[in-house]
């Protein structure tokens, strides 16, 4: 990689670290027109895909993202990443598929787990959305949040005693989740 370039990266990077978001997709956006084949354009599309997701550009965020995941198929954070700005345009079919995809490539990826089970409940696929929190909460038990998607689904499948378990660890770990409290007999 020449100089110039690795000096353009590290400037685009630094001003990401710093919250100077506009900036450093603007840093990474020239480093792709200049086209030069040092360059990791996977990696420079990712960055910038999970930038305009930050500044809430949704369409701009998937369309990198989706080419990263083009140009590197066998990334597994950019198709879970790719993932995630699918579930907020509430593309949620395309969610699973790029989380399954995800998973596929990295099994220990556990947030898409959690933004698998997202998108299936809202497709209501609760049975397998159960069980993609069930998975996340092996590896991860005190994943606070996904215990509580995971109550509000046995509630939903009228499994009131695991439903009513799951609010308990929840508000043992949150005392203050009003949510789970909600849900949780005196």
């Given at each position: ?28 956006e020239?480093?792709?027109?200049q ?7 996977a ?14 550009h949704?369409?701009?965020a998937?369309e990198h ?13 950019m198709?879970h990443d790719?993932?995630?700005v699918e579930?907020?345009m ?21 947030p898409?787990?959690?933004w698998l089970?997202n998108?299936?409940?809202h497709?209501g696929d609760h ?5 993609a929190f ?7 038990p005190?994943?606070?949040?996904a215990r509580?998607h ?11 005693d695991?439903a009513?378990?799951e ?20």
């Amino acid at each position: 990689m020449s100089e110039i370039l690795s000096q353009d990266m590290m400037n685009a990077y630094r001003k990401e670290l710093v919250g100077k978001l506009d900036e450093a997709a603007a840093l990474f956006e020239k480093l792709l027109e200049q086209g030069n084949d040092d360059v990791d354009s996977a990696t420079v599309r990712k960055h910038l895909g999970n930038l305009h997701f930050r500044l809430g550009h949704l369409r701009r965020a998937k369309e990198h993202l989706s080419r990263a995941c083009e140009l590197d198929r066998r990334n597994a954070t950019m198709w879970h990443d790719l993932g995630v700005v699918e579930y907020h345009m509430a593309n949620f079919d395309r969610t699973v598929d790029c989380c399954r995809r995800a998973l596929e490539l990295d099994p220990n990826l556990q947030p898409a787990y959690f933004w698998l089970g997202n998108a299936l409940y809202h497709r209501g696929d609760h049975e397998d959305a159960t069980q993609a929190f069930r998975d996340l909460l092996e590896h991860y038990p005190n994943f606070t949040i996904a215990r509580f998607h995971l109550g509000v689904l046995y509630a939903r499948q009228g499994e009131k005693d695991k439903a009513e378990e799951e609010f308990r660890r929840v508000l043992m770990k949150s005392p203050e989740a009003a949510a789970a409290r909600f849900y949780v007999s005196s």
